[in-house]
């Protein structure tokens, strides 16, 4: 063994060795339908107003750490309730590993649940917190096992359980009396995190149960939304619970140029509001579509992606990369996605390419 590798063995942890890094791949020259973008970019007239707002931005000094004005566009511009103030995050991916961080301790090993398939950053943000993950599979259709749910929160007493509303990468929307079951069973011994990323399509939200829970965290992104670029997630709780949380969240986490950015776009929101409408009205199209092809089993999406189970996923997969259209193949991701791939709603045109490219790996596999 060389020397580096005798250092990496000596300090690096055995199961972060054990991993591979989280790939993106490179989507220069591809239709680009893997990754939940909003495929719309703002209209000319707001992006030259932004970029004189973005120009004048004080990139010599940190962000003022309150983040009070960002916070009051977010709070009033996003649906927070009266009364309960925002925890902003480099994405929300950053607000994730806050949670497991804030719960997760080398003394007392905490457990962090979600129903399975979801979304991969629960189980590895608790990895890498160093909690226990425990993955609870759902029932056929990608409703919540409750029976299963509830005797596993009875025997891990999970600080944490996450949960996607709707989930990604299945779509659909949880039962509420679910989810408050979920809530009264985790009680004083545990938080529910709502994480509502496709919100903006699904338009269904626990943010005004905020009152009737005090162990319920709502996080959200503006990812979604129009503005993944930026890395702009956010999260409310009881504030109690919220302070907590505020000293595990790393000084500045969020930059200037993010900053300017979203407390300008936030006041142009309808815009953005109005491109989740059209995906929505694209997202019906498609499904019907994808439904109307042999061999295609579509499931039902409140986001603004769509899943399906095809007969061979990888070879579908490998066509449509030949074609240049870039979707997720889901089938290594659980059991019980077998030959199930995922493709984000775009625009009309994009999601024509995808349906042609699509009907040829059909007609070929
Ligand atoms: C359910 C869910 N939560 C959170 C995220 C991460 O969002 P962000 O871009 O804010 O980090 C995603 C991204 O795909 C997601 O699917």
């Given at each position: 063994m060389s020397s580096i590798d005798n250092l990496i063995a000596n300090v690096i942890r055995e199961d972060i060795r054990a991993i591979g890094a989280y790939v993106v791949p490179d989507a220069s020259g591809y239709i680009k339908l893997?990754?939940?973008?909003?495929?719309y970019e703002l209209p000319r007239e707001l992006r030259e107003e932004l970029g004189q707002r973005l120009a004048e931005a004080v990139l010599n000094r940190y962000p003022t750490g309150s983040y009070a004005t960002l916070k009051e566009q977010v709070i009033g511009k996003l649906g927070i309730p009266a009364g309960y103030d925002v925890m902003l995050g480099n994405g929300s991916d950053e607000l994730i590993q806050i949670v497991a961080t804030t719960v997760a301790n080398q003394k007392r090993r905490a457990t962090i649940l979600a129903p399975?398939?979801?979304?991969?950053m629960y189980a590895r943000s608790a990895q890498f917190a160093g909690a226990d993950f425990v993955g609870v599979p759902l029932q056929k259709d990608f409703s919540l096992d409750m029976d299963a749910m509830l005797k596993a929160i009875a025997l891990h007493q999970p600080a944490v359980v996450f949960l996607a509303?709707?989930?990604?990468?299945?779509g659909n929307l949880f039962a509420t009396e679910d989810i408050e079951a979920i809530l009264q069973a985790q009680g004083e011994h545990g938080l529910v995190v709502v994480d509502e990323a496709y919100q903006p399509f699904?338009?269904?939200?626990?943010?005004?149960r905020l009152g009737d829970f005090e162990n319920l965290v709502v996080m959200r992104t503006v990812s979604k939304l129009?503005?993944?670029?930026?890395?702009l997630g956010y999260m409310t709780a009881a504030p109690q619970l919220l302070a907590e949380f505020e000293k595990v969240r790393p000084p500045y986490n969020v930059n200037v140029l993010t900053q300017v950015a979203a407390e300008f776009v936030l006041d142009h929101v309808e815009v953005l509001d109005a491109q989740a409408a059209s995906i929505n009205d694209e997202r019906a199209r498609l499904a019907a579509e994808l439904a109307a092809l042999p061999g295609v089993e579509v499931f039902p999406s409140a986001a603004n992606f769509i899943s399906m189970r095809v007969p061979d996923a990888a070879a579908v997969c490998a066509k449509l990369f030949e074609a240049k259209v870039l979707i997720r193949?889901?089938?290594?991701?659980?059991?019980?996605?077998?030959?199930c791939i995922r493709v984000t709603v775009s625009t009309p045109e994009e999601n024509s390419a995808f349906l042609n490219a699509l009907k040829a790996a059909l007609a070929q596999a």
């Open positions: 893997d990754a939940m973008e909003n495929p399975v398939p979801a979304f991969v509303y709707p989930n990604n990468p299945t699904a338009r269904e939200t626990f943010m005004d129009g503005l993944a670029g930026i890395r193949n889901l089938s290594k991701m659980h059991g019980s996605l077998a030959n």
